[in-house]
């Protein structure tokens, strides 16, 4: 008995596979890389080591095209030293300056770090923007130092002398506020604890008389921005609008200076009538008891009486609205 030839599971299956085979020719040669190459018609993708050295010659490629331009920056750096050092004129050296200016920027940032609040970085730079002229002025490239460590040292020299002369506290009180505080430190990590007077005198050889007046010398040296903010939150004011003014009117003693008056007219209006003209004449219009009987056509006497009656009846009247 001979075995059942197999049957496709498509009917016409020849035609079916030579459609598919034709269909995935033109799907390869579609979606074939640009990187790829074609045998025989067909496009073929490259090995993955060819890959590899194509990657690895673009950054080649890339990273000498970096080192060409460093170099053309250095050489037109050194071109332009040598031009400065022949013409000395303004022009290369503005262009030498704006070269190394963010040398300043970094000298400025370091030495700032060290400096209260109200010292401006902005004003260090300027500074030091003064010391790197000086040093472009006084560089000689013929000797071969590198120019950045000596501009480094110009810089913070120009900064510091800056800050030096704008300093209005001499410079052996500042010593002396150093030597406080070395002391202190010293006591604070021997005692475990704050230092006393006595203690921090004999520490500094000093008397406990002679240390305050130091301190008191030290505490002039403290100074601080006015309009520095007292706290970080929202709406925190600054220290300004916390000092007091001497010269300002208390508000609350004027609200009720404001409100006595008013009940002393409102007690005024409700007095008889010849005992509201004589506390009028008397005390608005400085009139004596003598001119005021003139004006009621009554003794002085009367007068007194009658102004005696009109204050007891006052003073009646503000401690009724008092309680």
């Avoid at 200076?257 to 002393?264: E, T, V």
């Amino acid at each position: 008995m001979t075995e059942p030839t197999p049957v496709p599971d498509d009917a016409g299956g020849e035609a079916h596979a030579a459609n598919t085979a034709s269909a995935a020719g033109r799907h390869t040669a579609t979606d074939a890389p640009t990187n790829g190459h074609h045998v025989n018609g067909v496009s073929q993708r490259e090995p993955a080591s060819m890959r590899a050295r194509v990657f690895d010659a673009n950054v080649s490629s890339d990273s000498e095209t970096e080192q060409r331009d460093g170099g053309d920056v250095e050489a037109g750096i050194v071109g332009l030293w040598q031009a400065f050092g022949q013409y000395r004129d303004q022009r290369r050296r503005d262009r030498l300056v704006l070269h190394y200016a963010p040398l300043v920027k970094y000298v400025a940032g370091r030495v700032g770090t060290g400096l209260p609040a109200h010292v401006e970085v902005s004003d260090l730079i300027q500074s030091g923007i003064f010391g790197l002229v000086d040093a472009i002025e006084k560089f000689e490239p013929e000797r071969g130092l590198k120019f950045e460590t000596y501009a480094m040292q110009r810089v913070r020299g120009a900064i510091l002398d800056d800050l030096r002369a704008q300093d209005w506290v001499p410079r052996s009180v500042r010593s002396r506020a150093r030597d406080v505080e070395r002391a202190e430190e010293r006591l604070e990590a021997k005692l475990q604890r704050s230092a006393t007077d006595t203690e921090l005198a004999d520490e500094l050889a000093l008397s406990v008389e002679e240390l305050r007046e130091l301190l008191a010398q030290l505490q002039m040296t403290s100074v601080v921005a006015l309009d520095d903010l007292i706290g970080v939150e929202p709406g925190t004011a600054s220290l300004a609008e916390t000092l007091p003014d001497e010269s300002a009117e208390d508000p609350v003693t004027a609200l009720v200076n404001r409100d006595s008056r008013r009940q002393l007219a409102e007690a005024v209006e409700r007095l008889g009538e010849r005992d509201r003209v004589v506390v009028t004449l008397y005390y608005f219009e400085n009139l004596t008891l003598a001119e005021i009987g003139k004006v009621l056509g009554v003794t002085e006497s009367r007068v007194c009486q009658l102004h005696t009656r009109a204050v007891l009846r006052l003073r009646g009247k503000l401690t009724e609205n008092a309680n």
